[in-house]
């Protein structure tokens, strides 16, 4: 019995009749239920958004910006959406009506936009008060979980839209700004360079200074050496004037008496002169009435009245010379005076006679004559003394007087001029502190000088480094600065829709679930097979080879109806024909060897693999993504090498990989082939829980 024989027979049982015919056309319509009818009804769910009713809640007050300009940034987001079609946008009054719409599943969500969406929106404008402008979504996951990652993109986009559209504002703004700042940095710079140039003047004049301050300090110096000596003189003075105060004092002290002393003189010359007088007179009449008698006694007279006369003008010249008033030299004189004055020569008793006594009597009235006229005018002198003698007094008082008065004057000069030295002490000081402070003033604005005239070469330096953009320039770089990262998406194979980037894995998982039905009305392995004498290897492919043929048919209808039907237009649509007759070839020997080595249990096996390759093959998601277990079930089930084929033959992507999982699908059907060879050696022996398993499905 060779291999077609096994299989043309066993499929000449399967359509002998109406009912199987339509069973096994309904097996080969499975494929098409599960995976063409579920890519049609999701192939472009995206193109169909603006059928769902979302809620559109628009509150923005607007806002003007800080160049004049308004902005109603909420009102132009809300005629985007609506221009955009994207969803059936509702416009609803209120946010609490549009939260219960979604709510009660009327709205599948809300975009509210608040009151102060345009006002944050030029909040950063003004640095101390900027915030985010902000969109509000509220979601329902019980309308559509899917729902709300959509409205998330949805979202997401709005907000870089207009975040892209105020940043081009801003940065406009901002470059705007810095042309400002470029013209008063240029601006700073002349004022620098002006400033330099005040400075250097500044130091000439601090050099200048500097050299005044010091010509001050020399004459402060120089001050302050003749104050000292004007100290030493005024303390000379002050002890001159108070010795001079001392010897005044005692002047006035010793002429005290002088007045009267001088009085008395003046009486006692007086006396003199009046006593001369009458000695005179007497004489005369003495001389005329005895004439020898006369002349001695004249003589005698005027010897006595000499001496007296002197010892009283010595004694008074003394007096005046003690007190300071004449000098030695004119007491002297004074004595000398009266010394000279001549007496009257003696007469002689014996010789005398009488005429010749007469004339000597006559000659010597002559000089008591002249005594008497020498005793009044000494009297008269000694008047004039006494008269003058208060005054010398009062003018010594007086003289004294002043010289105490001078020689207080003179020691609160001496004080004075202390302090006068005190004080040039201190303007030296201050005249060498000023120095200092003049030459650090002139090393400062030598600094100053130079710094000056580095700030302005430096802000000349920086206003060129400053950017000032033109127009154009100012609106490239503004759109580059609000949206700087630009993404070029190269791609090397795209789907064309949703339902296309599900398709790889839907046409696998149909494929595997229609080849799955198959076990339920044919046998893995006929009894007539097993009751033969047919090698083992050949009842295995005999009875593998009808669930090829119906396997081959689910995979060229699943195919033909997707790329037509549907439109899924594969890059390479033969070779994806061919690929999913592989993987028809490797599914339907697998899930045949399994059942038939298993029996009933093997069909639970069947739907474990299915179930495991579900969640392993990285149809949704990379699989990559999942738990590491499930990692080696991708590696070792082919579903996952299927779809990542299935991507490649259908986008247009790199071909390479192809061959490789062409060889690992004949492995598998070799793998398949070699189950159901075990299971026919296997069932050629038969037991009781053949004729009676103990589980039928």
Not at 409 to 429: C, E, I, T
Not at 487 to 505: H, R, T
């Amino acid at each position: 019995m060779t291999v077609l024989r096994l299989a043309r027979s066993e499929l000449k049982r399967m359509t002998g009749g109406l009912l199987p015919k339509l069973t096994i056309l309904a097996l080969a319509l499975v494929p098409l239920l599960y995976g063409a009818v579920y890519l049609y009804a999701n192939w472009d769910p995206y193109g169909k958004l603006n059928q769902i009713d979302a809620a559109l809640v628009v509150q923005d007050s607007g806002a003007t910006a800080a160049d004049g300009t308004r902005l109603e940034a909420g009102r132009k987001v809300a005629e985007s959406l609506v221009d955009g079609h994207v969803f059936n946008w509702k416009t609803v009054a209120s946010t609490e009506e549009a939260d219960q719409g979604v709510s009660n599943g009327t709205y599948a969500f809300a975009l509210k936009i608040p009151q102060d969406f345009s006002a944050n929106l030029v909040s950063p404008g003004s640095f101390d008060a900027a915030n985010q402008a902000m969109l509000n979504v509220t979601t329902n996951d019980a309308n559509n979980y899917l729902l709300s990652t959509i409205v998330d993109k949805l979202t997401t986009a709005v907000h870089t839209t207009v975040a892209k559209e105020v940043g081009e504002e801003t940065a406009n703004q901002l470059l705007t700004g810095f042309g400002t700042i470029h013209t008063q940095m240029l601006k700073a710079s002349d004022g620098a360079g002006q400033l330099a140039d005040g400075v250097a003047r500044l130091h000439e004049g601090t050099v200048t200074l500097h050299q005044g301050t010091g010509e001050l300090k020399t004459g402060a110096t120089e001050l302050y050496n003749g104050e000292l000596k004007l100290r030493d003189g005024a303390a000379s003075l002050s002890a001159g004037a108070g010795q001079l105060s001392t010897g005044l004092t005692q002047l006035k002290d010793k002429t005290a008496a002088l007045p009267a002393d001088a009085q008395r003189l003046a009486d006692g010359a007086a006396q003199v002169a009046a006593g001369n007088a009458a000695l005179n007179t007497a004489f005369n009449n003495t001389v005329q009435a005895i004439p020898g008698q006369l002349a001695a006694a004249q003589e005698s007279a005027q010897q006595a009245a000499a001496q007296a006369q002197r010892s009283r003008v010595v004694a008074s010249t003394s007096r005046l010379v003690a007190a300071g008033v004449l000098t030695q030299e004119q007491a002297d004189k004074v004595v000398a005076d009266v010394d000279a004055t001549p007496a009257p020569p003696a007469a002689s008793a014996a010789s005398a006679a009488a005429a010749a006594s007469g004339a000597k009597l006559q000659a010597a009235a002559a000089q008591v004559q002249k005594l008497a006229d020498g005793s009044a005018a000494v009297s008269a002198g000694a008047a004039q003394l006494a008269g003058a003698a208060p005054a010398l007094s009062d003018a010594v008082a007086k003289a004294s007087a002043g010289a105490d008065q001078l020689a207080g004057g003179s020691a609160a000069l001496a004080a004075g001029q202390q302090n006068a030295v005190d004080g040039a002490g201190r303007l030296v000081q201050g005249a060498q502190k000023l120095d200092d402070g003049a030459a650090q003033l002139e090393s400062g604005a030598a600094t100053a000088s130079d710094g000056a005239g580095t700030l302005a070469a430096e802000l000349a330096k920086g206003a060129g480094k400053v950017p000032n953009p033109d127009d154009a320039q100012k609106n490239s770089l503004s759109k580059v600065m609000a949206d700087p990262v630009a993404v070029s998406n190269v791609s090397q194979a795209k789907a064309g829709s949703y339902g296309a980037g599900l398709a790889p894995f839907f046409l696998t998982l149909a494929l595997w679930i229609g080849i799955f039905m198959l076990v339920q009305a044919m046998r893995p392995v006929t009894q007539r097979a097993l009751a033969s004498n047919a090698p083992a290897w050949k009842i295995a492919a005999g009875g593998w080879l009808p669930f090829l043929a119906v396997s081959a048919v689910q995979a060229s209808l699943l195919t033909l109806v997707v790329d037509v039907g549907l439109g899924l237009d594969p890059a390479h649509p033969v070779l994806m024909w061919f690929l999913m007759l592989a993987a028809a070839m490797a599914f339907s020997a697998i899930i045949q060897g399994v059942v038939a080595l298993l029996g009933s249990p093997g069909k639970l096996v069947v739907l474990i693999l299915l179930v495991l390759q579900l969640v392993s093959s990285g149809g949704t998601f990379p699989w990559q993504t999942t738990p590491e277990p499930l990692h080696v079930v991708h590696q070792i089930l082919p579903m996952g090498y299927v779809v990542s084929g299935m991507r490649h033959l259908i986008y247009g992507a790199d071909l390479a990989l192809i061959l490789p999982t062409m060889l690992g699908l004949v492995g598998y059907t070799l793998l398949g082939l070699a189950m159901s060879t075990v299971a026919v050696r296997k069932n050629k022996y038969w037991t009781l829980k053949t004729l009676k398993p103990e589980i039928a499905v």
